[in-house]
C-alpha cells in the first residue's frame, strides 16, 4: 500500500473509532507495521491533522475534521452500486474486499436518500461468481502492472502443454468465469493474453521494466482496436 493511500486509511479509521485505537490494531488492519503506522501518524500531525495520543496507549481523531465531501447524484450514486457489485463477483479476493470497503465508506457519508440506494435490492449484477485462480494471486498482477515488474509464470495452454515463461504484464481484463493478464512475453517476443486460471504458478521477480508499461499498452491496444473481444494466446 503506498503512503498515501495508507494516510488516507489512517484518516478514516481514526475518524469511526470510538476509543483510542493503537497503532498495532491500525497495522493489523492495513499489514504494515506498527514501525511503518507511527511514521505515518507523525507525517499527519506534521500536515496538522488532528491526531492525538502516544505510543502503547493508542490514537484518537480531534472532533471537526472531516475530508472534503463527495456529492453524488442519484444516477452517479446507482453506477457505483451495480460497479461494486460487479467487482464483487470476480475471483480478485483483494478488490472483493476493496468494493467492501468503498461502499461501507460511500455509506458512511453520504446523506438521505442516497444512502438507502446503497443498500438497496433494486439493482443486482447477475451471473456467475468467478473462482480465485489457484496458481496466481490477481493482487499480485495488479502490483506488478502498477510497478512494472517482470513475473516468471508456469503457464499451461489449452491443449495442456506447460511453459516457462517471464513477462511483462500491463493490464487485467476481468471477464464473468476467469481473468486474462495482459503482458509482454519474452518468450515469444510478443504481447499475449494469459488465462488466470491457467497459470500455475506466478513469482515476482524483482526486475523492472520502468517506463515501458504505457508503450506496451499502446501497443496491444493498436493491435486490439480490430478485434472485438482479446483471445486467450500463448
Not at 504494515?32 to 506534521?46: E, F, G, H, K
Not at 496458481?135 to 511453459?163: C, F, H, P, W
Not at 511483462?168 to 493474453?193: D, G, H, K, M
Amino acid at each position: 500500500m503506498r503512503k498515501a493511500s495508507r494516510l488516507f486509511e489512517i484518516i478514516q479509521i481514526l475518524r469511526v473509532a470510538r476509543q483510542p485505537v493503537t497503532a498495532q490494531q491500525i497495522a493489523d488492519t492495513l499489514e504494515v507495521t506498527p514501525r511503518s503506522v507511527y511514521r505515518d501518524i507523525a507525517a499527519l500531525q506534521a500536515m496538522r491533522v488532528p491526531v492525538e495520543g502516544e505510543r502503547g496507549v493508542g490514537y484518537i481523531m480531534r472532533p471537526g475534521f472531516n475530508l472534503p465531501p463527495l456529492m453524488f447524484s442519484i444516477e452517479e450514486t446507482e453506477a457505483i452500486v451495480l460497479a461494486l457489485a460487479l467487482v464483487s463477483r470476480t475471483g480478485d479476493t483483494e478488490l472483493r474486499q476493496a468494493a467492501k470497503r468503498v461502499s461501507d465508506k460511500i455509506a458512511s457519508s453520504v446523506p438521505e436518500p442516497l444512502s438507502r440506494i446503497l443498500s438497496t435490492t433494486a439493482l443486482h449484477a447477475w451471473g456467475i461468481i468467478a473462482n480465485s485462480p489457484d496458481g496466481v494471486d490477481l493482487s499480485m498482477i495488479r502490483r506488478a502492472v502498477r510497478n512494472e515488474e517482470k513475473l516468471d509464470i508456469a503457464y499451461q495452454d489449452e491443449a495442456g502443454s506447460l511453459t516457462e515463461r517471464r513477462i511483462r504484464p500491463i493490464a487485467v481484463i476481468y471477464y464473468s468465469e476467469t481473468a486474462n493478464i495482459v503482458a509482454w512475453c519474452e518468450l515469444r517476443q510478443a504481447i499475449r493474453n494469459f488465462r488466470a486460471d491457467r497459470v500455475k504458478t506466478c513469482v515476482e521477480t524483482q526486475d523492472f521494466f520502468k517506463h515501458q508499461g504505457e508503450a506496451l499498452r499502446q501497443l496491444w491496444m493498436a493491435n486490439w482496436q480490430y478485434s472485438q473481444t482479446p483471445k486467450t494466446n500463448v
